[in-house]
């Protein structure tokens, strides 16, 4: 609740002199008195929608305008990949050669980026690579990395936050040999269940909110007072009574979710970002922050006929009703050991590089788009955004420790790199302030207020053409669209 606070001291008070300002650029333009508030528990869950798959390594994939029908009797403009609201699963294999055409039928230019996957830079779908409307981006690349679960989303300079609110988010499932050979729920839709799970606030016209409190939904991210599970609000899986795997995608602008399953249900972390850890690891509650993933087990076995549900316990919403109401087909059962995982050894690394993220207030100083208007800048290590300028230069090949701190007490905010896989050494000097999931491979990584996080990563396989550099960022992308992002190129 520090950063409820922060924003009440600091927003309000940085907020009164702009009252009168009403909308305008960037935010929606609507008066926040047309919001409807969220609460209460809508009389029957909506069926949770499973994402199709999309496989076979040629996605053809079109950015277009749609509208769907989240609340009943509205009917809410949306941006969506192939259809109304998100985009289809990618799935693809490692090992594969996965091409692409990705078509922009929107009005406005956007750039789609494949979180999480080890690709060249030129393919990678950050502001880069911008799409203009009408055109067609066409990357292509080898799939090298173990399986897991990743995501594509916008990616667009400046308006990233506003695009994937409207939109324009998908899942990606990377299959492996070794994924294959364990006894995992792997049956799609029926025990082995996406969840890209985002948060959203509506106006009375249907019309998603974006920064109608503009001030707040800048500081703190855009938060929503609604649970979106797969683009339905608060929705009911219908699971077999057996063990299920969730693959759990935090795809909100801003919230920090803390899951648990009512009655404390304990479930087994199998795998972070970057895929399985090297054993399960029990678990009553997993942090996602946005951008991160992981992967659970929870065993239903002896639950068939009842409803649970999986809440996030830092808001207080309800963010899915399970109801174990099919019968098992195949039986699983989660093996003791997943995978080799790659150890962090910090005694290999060459260098430490330090960033620190902060903002700025006032001073002409301002980032870009709505923050920049209102004054505020998003800075790492002092610097707001700049597309023209590379930041860092790392060596392929060389591990570094990258140390990254939080100066703010009140603010929360999400770490992401591009480009490469890392392990966590540890955070505010304790490898025990890891969580389960914060010991396999990992792309992004929670800044809680005040946190200073050290991590062990190397650039591999791919050195960057001049001009053409990996970003990394806060993954709250109103902090992320405020400046709040660098560039870093990768020499031989
Ligand atoms: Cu998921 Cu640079 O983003
Ligand atoms: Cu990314
Ligand atoms: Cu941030």
Not at 33 to 53: D, F, H, K, M
């Amino acid at each position: 609740m520090k950063r409820r606070q922060f924003v009440t001291a600091t927003g309000a008070a940085l907020l009164a002199p702009l009252v009168g300002c009403g909308g305008g650029g960037g935010t929606d333009g609507l008066a926040p008195s047309t919001l409807i508030p969220g609460g209460g528990t809508p009389s029957a869950a909506p069926p949770l929608p499973v994402l199709p798959l999309m496989a076979g390594g040629n996605f053809a994939l079109n950015l277009q305008q749609g509208s769907a029908a989240f609340l009943a009797g509205l009917s809410t403009p949306t941006y969506g990949i192939n259809g109304n609201y998100l985009g289809p699963t990618l799935r693809m294999r490692r090992g594969e050669n996965a091409a692409f055409a990705v078509t922009n039928s929107l009005s406005e230019p956007a750039a789609i980026h494949w979180h999480g996957l080890h690709i060249p830079a030129a393919m990678d779908g950050g502001p880069h690579q911008t799409i203009a409307p009408g055109g067609t981006w066409r990357p292509s690349f080898n799939v090298r990395q173990a399986g897991g679960t990743f995501w594509y989303h916008a990616h667009t300079a400046g308006e990233t936050g506003r695009q994937v609110t409207m939109g324009l988010a998908g899942m990606i499932v990377i299959d492996d040999d070794n994924m294959d050979a364990l006894d995992l729920p792997h049956t799609w839709g029926d025990d082995d269940i996406p969840l890209v799970v985002q948060d959203r606030r509506f106006h009375a016209d249907g019309r998603f909110a974006y920064l109608s409190n503009a001030m707040p939904d800048i500081i703190g991210g855009m938060m929503g007072d609604r649970i979106l599970v797969n683009g339905a609000i608060t929705p009911r899986a219908s699971v077999p009574a057996k063990e299920v795997r969730f693959r759990l995608l935090n795809g909100a602008n801003a919230r920090v979710f803390r899951f648990a399953f009512a009655g404390q249900r304990t479930f087994q972390v199998i795998a972070s970002d970057g895929g399985l850890l090297e054993a399960p690891v029990a678990a009553t509650t997993l942090t996602l922050s946005p951008g991160e993933r992981a992967e659970i087990v929870v065993d239903f076995t002896a639950d068939a006929g009842r409803t649970l549900t999986l809440n996030d316990i830092a808001s207080g919403l309800r963010v899915l009703e399970i109801g174990i109401d099919r019968a098992a087909g195949r039986v699983t059962h989660v093996p003791a050991r997943l995978a080799i995982a790659p150890r962090a050894d910090e005694a290999t690394a060459l260098r430490t590089r330090d960033f620190v993220f902060g903002m700025t207030m006032g001073g002409g100083m301002g980032g870009m788009g709505m923050a920049g208007t209102m004054g505020m800048g998003f800075t790492i290590n002092g610097r707001i955004f700049d597309m023209n300028r590379i930041d860092e230069t790392m060596r392929l090949d060389e591990p570094e420790i990258w140390r990254v701190r939080n100066v703010d007490p009140g603010m929360t905010h999400s770490m992401h790199i591009h480009g490469g896989t890392f392990l966590l050494l540890d955070r505010n000097g304790s490898a025990a302030n890891l969580a389960p999931h914060e010991r396999g491979l990992k792309d992004t990584v929670l800044l809680s207020g005040g946190d200073t996080v050290r991590l062990l990563l190397t650039m591999r396989d791919y050195p960057t053409a001049t001009g053409t550099p990996y970003m990394y960022h806060c993954h709250i992308l109103e902090h992320e669209d405020g400046g709040m992002m660098g560039q870093v190129g990768v020499t031989t």
